[in-house]
């Protein structure tokens, strides 16, 4: 099972990226997807997440209204759209998949990708 995330970068306050995910080794319509992240001395923590459909969406406050999470199973792909960044986005994005559903636990995942960075300047 790999999950590979792309589209990390140095981006100024204001500015915009798209992180992609591309899973290979299971069924990806059968998983739900999250994304998390985690800045340097502190803890994983939530982003955003949506069902195997992508019907069901659900993020954290800190980030609704700016970011917007997507897929397409026909590609096996999850997307984090990510608009207006600010300097507290910094961290190492991850995306996860669960079989589980409407979880937003890091602990409840069952697959992790490497993550990708993103630094946002002020």
């Known amino acids: 099972v790999q999950l590979q995330a792309s589209g990390g970068g140095l981006v100024q306050a204001g500015d915009s990226l798209r992180l992609s995910c591309t899973t290979s080794?299971?069924?990806?319509?059968?998983?739900?997807m999250g994304w998390f992240r985690q800045a340097p001395g502190k803890e994983r923590e939530f982003v955003a997440r949506?069902?195997?459909?992508?019907?069901?969406?659900y993020y954290a406050d800190s980030v609704q209204g700016r970011f917007t999470v997507s897929r397409d199973n026909a590609k096996n792909t999850v997307y984090l759209q990510m608009n207006s960044l600010k300097p507290e986005d910094t961290a190492k994005y991850y995306c996860?998949?669960?079989?589980?559903?409407?979880?937003?636990?890091?602990?409840?995942?069952?697959?992790w990708g490497q993550g990708t960075q993103v630094t946002v300047s002020s």
């Open positions: 996860a998949a669960t079989t589980k559903a409407f979880v937003t636990s890091a602990e409840r995942y069952d697959y």
């Open positions: 080794g299971i069924t990806f319509s059968a998983y739900a």
């Open positions: 949506l069902s195997r459909s992508g019907g069901n969406i």
